[in-house]
């Protein structure tokens, strides 16, 4: 399946849209393949305005977005022009409804009736229970025993889960300058997807990939090097940069590519 341009209608196709926005920020079909986890066949091939290796329209629809948000577009036109040239309407299920044939009447449906037994066996384990609670109490005369306490609960709080790297995931805190501070002689860098998902690569000095993944919301990665850190950030909106003990901010503008370079002292960008 492909989409074409229509005479009346000058606008790119979906596929060279997110070809051209690819392009003009600088990253190849592997970097995009690596952030949306869209494999590089189907992104070719999207690209190219074949949707035949999607899987159906609904996987379609899912690519596109992906494929957007990695190269810096709004995915809902896209999605429009998509459904424009290809979307069909959804389905209307109806449920029929239940009939009886000897009455020729639509039956209705009787209230189901409480359930008075296992109501009743509640009411009885909650008897039992307050009696021997009272039983209980009253042999201790209504005082504690002797080296009781109260504890207090302890609250589980679930770790983030962040892509395995060599890099070093820390929880999304970002509440001063301390943070990121680096050792004397080396360049220290944390990013923190704070406003959304943010595809992000970073090498050492020595060129080195220390980590090519998505980063969710939340989620923050620090890296420590001797001599250079080097960044591409494909959502630079939504990632706070902290380097050499400094908030630096934003690293850019919401769907905006950026390429950094660190080294240790002032943060400045190479």
Not at 83 to 101: C, I, K, R, S
């Amino acid at each position: 399946m492909s989409i074409g341009n229509s005479p009346s209608d000058d606008r790119p196709s979906v596929g060279r849209a997110l070809a051209q926005a690819r392009v003009e920020s600088g990253l190849s079909v592997d970097e995009v393949s690596t952030a949306t986890r869209v494999r590089v066949p189907i992104v070719q091939a999207i690209e190219q305005d074949d949707f035949s290796r999607c899987g159906g329209d609904v996987y379609a629809r899912g690519h596109i977005r992906s494929l957007a948000r990695a190269v810096g577009l709004d995915p809902e036109p896209l999605i429009e022009r998509y459904d424009a040239e290809h979307g069909a309407p959804a389905a209307t299920v109806t449920v029929p409804p239940v009939y009886q044939a000897d009455r020729g009447k639509i039956r209705s449906t009787e209230p189901r009736r409480p359930n008075w037994t296992a109501a009743m066996v509640a009411a009885i384990v909650a008897v039992v229970g307050f009696v021997g609670y009272t039983a209980f109490s009253g042999g201790n005369n209504g005082k504690s025993t002797a080296g009781a306490s109260t504890t207090p609960s302890a609250t589980r709080t679930t770790p983030t889960h962040t892509p395995q790297s060599n890099g070093v995931p820390s929880p999304p805190q970002p509440t001063n300058s301390a943070i990121a501070a680096a050792p004397p002689g080396k360049v220290t860098v944390k990013v923190t997807a704070a406003g959304g998902i943010s595809w992000i690569q970073a090498t050492d000095s020595n060129g080195k990939q220390l980590y090519q993944d998505s980063l969710h919301k939340g989620q923050s990665m620090t890296w420590t090097d001797d001599k250079k850190i080097k960044l591409i950030i494909g959502n630079a909106g939504a990632v706070q940069l902290f380097v050499n003990g400094k908030d630096l901010g934003a690293a850019g503008n919401d769907g905006q590519v950026v390429r950094l370079t660190y080294t240790p002292g002032d943060p400045t960008q190479g």
